[in-house]
C-alpha cells in the first residue's frame, strides 16, 4: 500500500502542525486555538464536521465511496499544567502550560490519517469517525464527547476505536506496543477526613488528636493492598497528600488526606472501594473519633477486544516490521478516558514510542515531565498506522469472507 509513502511525504507538513499546536498549548475543556488548528487542518477535505457544544471538540467523519461499516479513530488534544524546560526552538509560548504528553502528536496524527483516507475516499468501504477530544487529563472528555453523540456520528455505532499514544521515554523509538484485555488502570480518587477534638498538645488526653488516626490509615492502607489483594489481579494507593494541623504546640480538630487508586479489573476496583473505606470507617472508631471518606470514580479500566489488539499488531508489524509491533508485558498504571469508548466499541488502544533520537527511553523523562521530548520522526508513520488500521478493519468486514465483527470479547468474561 501507498499509505506509508504518501504519510512519509507529508511529514515536513505534519512537523509544522505539531509544532504550531505545541507553541500554543491549552488545557482542559475549552480549546479554541488548538480547535481552530485541527478545522484548518481539515479544511477542503471531503468530510461532514461538527464540534462540540460543551467542549471544544471537533468530530469528523468520512463516507466512504463503497457500503461498508464504521471505524472511530481517536486523538486527544489537551495540554498539562507543566511549566516547559526542554529548550526546543518550538517550546511553548504560555507559561505553565505544556504538551507534556504528547497529545499535540496525536492531534497532528489523526489530522494526516484524514488526508490519508479522504485521498481514498472512492475505494473506502464504509465510514470513519475522526474524534479530536479535548480534556483527557482528568476531565473525562471522551465521556462528553460520547454524550454529544461521537459515536453515532456516522449513523450506526462503529465496529472497532482505535487510539494511538505516544511515550517520551520506556519504549524505543518507533515500536508500536499494544496487549490483549486490559492496557492502563482505572483511576479513581480517596477523599478522607478524620475527626478529632483540638486541644493544647501536652494534654493530648483531653482531645481526640486525628494525627496519628491518619498515620495509622496511610500505613494500613499499604497492608491491605498486600494483605487483601491478589498479586495477579494488582491495585495500587499512593496518598499524594496530607494536611494537618498549624503549629507544633497545637492539636487541631482535623486531619485530611488523598489518595488516587488504581486497579485493572472490575472485580478488584469494587473491592478497593469497600475495602478501603471500611477500613478508614473501623481506624477511626477504633481510635473514637469520626471520619468522613469517600470513594470517586474516575476513569474505568482501559480493555483492549483480543482481537483488535492482536489486529493492531499485526497491522503494525506488516507496516513497519515485527520488531516495531510489541505486546507490552503488562498494563500501565496510568489511565485513560479512551476507557470510555472501549466500554462501548471493541478496539484497541496503542502506544508509540516517541524518545529523541539518541535518547535511552529507559532513563528519558517520561510524559508529564517538564523536560517530555517527543520525536517529530514518528509523526507520520502515526498516521500511517491510523489510516491503515481504518482501511484493513473496514475491509476485512466488508468482504464475504470475513467472520470478524460477532466473536465474543474475552476481554470482558
Ligand atoms: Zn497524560
Ligand atoms: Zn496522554
Redesign the pocket.
Known sequence: MAVLDDAGAMADELTELRHALHREPEIGYDLPRTQRKVLDALAGLPLEISVGEKLTSVTAVLRGGQPGPVVLLRGDMDA?PVTEATGEPFASRTDGVMHA?GHDLHTTMLAGAARLLSARQPQLPGSVIFMFQPA??GGAGARFMIEEGVLDAAGERPAAAYALHVLSGTHDRGVFATRPGPALAASDAINVTVRGRGGHASRPHSSADPIPAACEMVTALQAMVTRRFDVFDPVVVTVGSIHAGTARNVIPDEATFAATARSFSPQAKARLRDETLRLVRNIADGYGLTVEAEYVDGYPVTVNDADQAAFAKATAADMFGADRAITSAHPAT?SEDFSFVLEQVPGAFVFLGACPAGTDPGTAPT??SPLAAFDDAVLADGAALYAELAIRRLTALSSPASSSGSSPDPAHD
Open positions: 498539562l504528553c483527557e487529563e496510568g510524559n508529564h
